[in-house]
């Protein structure tokens, strides 16, 4: 099998130990905001599936990844 991939946008929201200002959930929406407008796409109708990860260890909070597909847009 012959998979190709490509990265075409990226976007954050910024790294700080404690952010009592705005939830976890709100900086992921914010990442996600900049990721598609940094690639010019449309989440709504651009985009096909999320796929997303992560390790509930270093999160804090099990079964994190299950906490991100909202944010995204993938609803």
Same mark, same amino acid.
Request: hydrophobic letters at 40%.
């Given at each position: 099998?012959?998979?190709?991939?490509?990265?075409?946008?990226?976007?954050?929201?910024? /790294?700080?130990? &404690?952010?009592?200002?705005?939830?976890?959930?709100?900086?992921?929406?914010?990442?996600?905001?900049?990721?598609?407008?940094?690639?010019? &796409?449309?989440?709504?109708?651009?985009?096909?599936?999320? &796929?997303?990860?992560?390790?509930? /260890?270093?999160?804090?909070?099990?079964? /994190?990844?299950?906490?991100?597909?909202?944010?995204?847009?993938?609803?």
């Amino acid at each position: 099998m012959n998979y190709r991939v490509a990265v075409v946008g990226i976007g954050w929201y910024g /790294f700080r130990p &404690v952010t009592p200002d705005v939830s976890y959930k709100e900086m992921v929406y914010q990442a996600a905001v900049r990721a598609y407008a940094d690639a010019g &796409v449309d989440p709504r109708k651009d985009i096909e599936s999320f &796929v997303t990860v992560a390790e509930d /260890f270093h999160e804090g909070t099990s079964i /994190f990844d299950e906490y991100t597909p909202d944010q995204l847009g993938a609803l």
